[in-house]
Every structure is written in C-alpha cells, then in structure tokens.
C-alpha cells in the first residue's frame, strides 16, 4: 500500500473518542476532523466496534468526508 506518511491508512491516522455526552469525536493525525452527533454517532459506533483495525481506519476516513474527492487517478 502506501508508504507511511504517505495519505494512507496503514499508519492508522484516524483515531476516535466517544465524549460523556454522547458525541463522537474522530480525529486525524491528533486534529479533530468531525463531530458526530446523535443518530450519526449512534450509527458510527454500532458499525465500528464490528470492524477490523484497516476497517475501522476506512469508516473514519469515509466519516470525515475526505476518502474520495473525484479527482483520484484511474487505473
């Protein structure tokens, strides 16, 4: 995959955090990128806790917006 550093997920730059009341806050490289509220959060954390470590990586990367902005090189 990609090199660390690099833009990729092997580094696990995402990290997330559930506040006392209730929000999810998700993190990447240490600067919150979004605050999940409510039924967001409820989702999020239901579908996380199932996943694998890259999994989990991905669905923080789709949460945040930023995993595909369509100008992404094709094959």
Same mark, same amino acid.
């Given at each position: ?24 806050? /998700? ?8 605050? $999940?509220?409510?039924?967001? @959060? *409820?989702?999020?954390?239901? %579908? /996380? ?8 990586? $991905?669905?923080?990367?789709? @949460? *945040?917006?930023?995993?595909? %902005? ?6």
């Amino acid at each position: 995959m990609n090199a660390p550093g690099r833009g990729g997920l092997d580094d696990a730059p995402y990290s997330y955090r559930r506040s006392s009341d209730g929000k999810v806050l /998700i993190s990447w490289r240490g600067r919150r990128a979004i605050v $999940l509220t409510g039924r967001d @959060a *409820t989702k999020f954390l239901s %579908r /996380i806790v199932a996943l694998n470590p890259p999994g989990r990586q $991905l669905a923080m990367a789709k @949460a *945040t917006g930023n995993f595909k %902005r369509g100008n992404e090189k094709s094959g």
